[in-house]
């Protein structure tokens, strides 16, 4: 199946400072990106949706100045989270779309996800 | 959006079935899948279904009625490393959204 990658799977910042955290699709290319949090024994919560080379559509109650979303290729796209504040502490996953064809073209492929802690 | 409803919690025995149920109720409904996930991990893909019947895969099988808006993931030959978080997700033209997730404990 197809791989998709994140970086970095976990991390530790301090209030008030910015992270960005890198989803990438390694074999294969992907239109569309997703980007979820998933806070501990919940599902998992869309926050935005990002498609190559336009803006992310955001999901209602996410904040689009806080969490900055970049999908500049059609193998990367990502996160910041700008002025990080502890109730932003969470496990966050990226998904990757494919192009056409195959599986890819309906499965949605799931980064290892990323673990930020906010102190 | 979309309202999905599946149970928090089930039991079972090494080498048993389980039956996880997942209700929805959506607008243009494009797809059903079930991901596995372990605790402090991503999800990982087990089925898809788009079409009324039962998909099997080994020892995993899900079926889907579009009409009832119901779907289920059969679990076989239980074992150990199944003891996982399953999650129904449901695609509507736009995106995909999860249920709250089926935690599975597999007893010896």
């Known amino acids: 199946g197809a791989v998709v990658s994140q970086h970095p799977s976990w991390v530790i910042c301090k209030s008030g400072t910015s992270v960005k955290i890198e989803c990438r699709s390694l074999?294969?290319?992907?239109?569309?990106m997703f980007w979820y949090r998933q806070f501990p024994k919940q599902s998992l919560m869309l926050m935005a949706t990002?498609?190559?080379?336009?803006?992310?559509?955001?999901e209602q109650g996410v904040e689009k100045d806080k969490f900055l979303i970049n999908h500049a290729s059609l193998t990367l796209s990502t996160l910041t989270v700008t002025s990080a504040h502890p109730e932003d502490s969470s496990f966050y996953i990226c998904?990757?779309?494919?192009?056409?064809?195959?599986?890819?073209?309906?499965?949605?492929?799931f980064g290892p996800g990323t673990r930020l802690t906010v102190t | 959006g979309q309202n999905i409803d599946q149970p928090t919690e089930m039991t079972a025995t090494e080498g048993a079935i389980v039956q996880i149920n997942c209700t929805y109720q959506t607008s243009g409904f494009n797809g059903l899948f079930w991901y596995q996930q372990h605790a402090g991990e991503a999800p990982t893909f087990l089925s898809y279904?788009?079409?009324?019947g039962l998909e099997e895969k080994g020892r995993f099988s899900s079926f889907l009625s579009r009409s009832k808006g119901y779907s289920y993931l059969l679990l076989k030959e239980l074992q150990m490393k199944d003891s996982a978080s399953y999650l129904c997700?449901?695609?509507?033209?736009?995106?995909?959204?999860f249920g709250a997730g089926t935690t599975v404990t597999v007893r010896a």
């Open positions: 074999d294969f290319q992907a239109t569309t």
């Open positions: 279904n788009v079409l009324d």
């Open positions: 998904s990757a779309r494919g192009t056409s064809g195959g599986s890819s073209s309906y499965e949605q492929y």
């Open positions: 990002s498609n190559e080379g336009s803006k992310a559509t955001y």
């Open positions: 997700a449901v695609r509507d033209r736009r995106e995909l959204s």
